[in-house]
């Protein structure tokens, strides 16, 4: 299996730093992470959008993304970048799987927020009443409940399908606010609690459906604590009435400081 591909990239680094530390040689290491196919799937989180320097097209992929990152560090022997701002879980099965076949060794992806309706539970927060955010928040919590389990099977599913040998990281999201912090305007402290708490949910569907399909789970929530909206260094697009398309997104800090990681970590 491919798979060995993966084992030998991550063995070649250790033997690189070990041979660093011992004063051999690093021309020696195993040069095996360049033999690594990698697909990046998704939406606007892992197209990079709000990270800037996108590459012109419709989906906004981004220099700066965490997949792109990765890539121009590990330099795989194929980089597909699928990704696609909006992206919703049959958008994936419809036109990002192309690239995906026996050969493929690694796979990442970030998908269910657009389904569950997150740009209209923002847009209805920001502009509508406590009450209003509130129910709209509720509505998409019994989505993610009720719906977006058997979409994201079918996603899951498709990828296995097309890439049975390869290692698959789904990343989560961040939490947005962080509570008690510096903004003085905006949302109520409850709105951003409950922002928060539907990212939680989210998160941990996601996970679980991930885990059942023998998927790595990858949470950025550890690495964006600290650097939510309303910390003194955020992470995170606020609202901006400007560019509506990059709010609460992550900026280019937020995909080399929060997703990166994240997603090296789960490899």
């Not at 696609?84 to 036109?95: E, F, H, K």
């Not at 076949?101 to 406590?130: H, P, R, Y």
């Not at 402290?189 to 998927?215: P, Q």
Request: charged share 15%; net charge neutral; proline share 3%.
């Amino acid at each position: 299996m491919k798979m060995s591909r993966l084992v030998a990239f991550s063995s070649s680094l250790l033997l690189g730093a070990a041979l660093a530390l011992t004063g051999a040689g690093v021309a020696n290491a195993d040069s095996s992470a360049a033999a690594v196919d990698y697909v990046a799937l998704g939406d606007s989180y892992s197209s990079g959008v709000g990270a800037g320097g996108y590459d012109g097209s419709s989906c906004k992929r981004s220099s700066r993304a965490y997949p792109a990152l990765w890539a121009a560090a590990n330099s795989p022997s194929s980089f597909d970048f699928a990704a696609c701002s909006g992206a919703r879980t049959n958008d994936v099965t419809g036109s990002q799987l192309g690239k995906l076949n026996a050969s493929t060794d690694l796979v990442s992806i970030s998908i269910g927020g657009n389904d569950a309706g997150f740009a209209d539970v923002m847009t209805t927060c920001v502009l509508q009443s406590e009450a209003t955010c509130l129910n709209r928040i509720a509505t998409a919590r019994a989505y993610v409940d009720s719906t977006l389990p058997g979409r994201l099977d079918s996603v899951y599913s498709a990828i296995r399908s097309k890439a049975p040998s390869a290692q698959v990281v789904v990343l989560g999201y961040p939490r947005f606010y962080r509570l008690g912090g510096s903004c003085i305007a905006g949302l109520s402290e409850k709105e951003r609690a409950a922002i928060n708490g539907a990212s939680d949910h989210l998160n941990t569907a996601t996970a679980k459906r991930a885990a059942d399909h023998g998927f790595t789970f990858g949470d950025v929530r550890a690495t964006f604590t600290g650097h939510e909206i309303c910390s003194a260094n955020s992470w995170l697009h606020s609202v901006n009435w400007l560019n509506i398309g990059e709010s609460y997104h992550p900026t280019a800090a937020g995909q080399s400081g929060g997703y990166l990681p994240a997603f090296k970590s789960a490899l």
